[in-house]
């Protein structure tokens, strides 16, 4: 089955700290893509980022950047130089497959980062 | 270009009540997702239509639940009957293409709450 598991409930960081968001996840398919949005207090989500299984490069955007591991099944995300506006519910998500299927996300409980002035 | 809509943004009703919900997708997105989060939890899978076909729907959209995407516009969230179990965040969102390459955009949700 696949299940996404984000073991950080909250985490409280003071500006300008770098902080790391784990995202481990369980699937038994070949093919599929990960995923990070951010959920502002707005409740919209944001897409950040994806990757599919096929990729294990890590990427850099800014002060973010995602270290894909597939021999622990994790994609974790770094924030370097947390900043306030970076305040959110942050969700790692997986998709399975290719054209045709449903490729429905399943998300992680989601990590609630605070960035204290 | 404007991204995914929905509306109501709130809606507050009495136990028993029908509700209908509206989501807007963005321009020639072909597939559109509904979701459900609840508080503290991430957003749950309900169904989700390539054009007008409604392809899937999750074990969670109970008989009471119907939705419907007339000529690949627009697509509507039923749900009769309302409980108190219902109140949740319901989220829309669509995307371009048919496989996961194509990232899924969000609208900003509705958020239900039955009393």
């Known amino acids: 089955a696949q299940k996404v598991t984000q073991a950080q409930t909250e985490i409280s960081v003071v500006e300008k700290e770098d902080v790391t968001l784990d995202c481990v996840y369980e699937?038994?398919?070949?093919?599929?893509?990960l995923f990070w949005y951010k959920q502002p207090p707005s409740g919209e989500l944001v897409f950040l980022i994806r990757?599919?299984?096929?990729?294990?490069q890590n990427e850099i955007s800014g002060r973010y950047s995602w270290n894909f591991q597939k021999s622990t099944s994790s994609f974790n995300f770094t924030i370097t130089a947390s900043q306030v506006v970076d305040s959110a519910v942050y969700f790692c998500?997986?998709?399975?497959?290719?054209?045709?299927?449903?490729?429905?996300?399943?998300f992680g409980t989601g990590t609630l980062l605070a960035v204290q002035p | 270009d404007t991204g995914v809509s929905q509306d109501p943004r709130h809606k507050i009703t009495k136990r028993g009540q029908n509700v209908t919900f509206r989501c807007d997708p963005i321009?020639?997105?072909?597939?559109l997702y509904w979701y459900r989060q609840t508080l503290g939890q991430g957003p749950e899978f309900l169904t989700y239509?390539?054009?007008?076909?409604?392809?899937?729907k999750s074990r969670l959209l109970s008989d009471r639940f119907s939705a419907e995407r007339p000529k690949g516009s627009f697509s509507t969230l039923e749900i009769q009957r309302t409980e108190q179990g219902d109140s949740a965040m319901y989220l829309c969102?669509?995307?371009?293409?048919?496989?996961?390459?194509?990232?899924?955009?969000f609208g900003p949700g509705t958020r239900l709450t039955v009393t």
């Open positions: 969102a669509s995307s371009v293409g048919t496989d996961s390459s194509y990232e899924q955009y």
């Open positions: 699937t038994r398919d070949t093919t599929y893509y």
């Open positions: 990757r599919n299984s096929f990729d294990e």
């Open positions: 998500a997986l998709s399975e497959g290719f054209g045709g299927a449903t490729n429905k996300l399943i």
């Open positions: 321009s020639e997105h072909n597939r």
């Open positions: 239509f390539q054009n007008e076909a409604q392809l899937e």
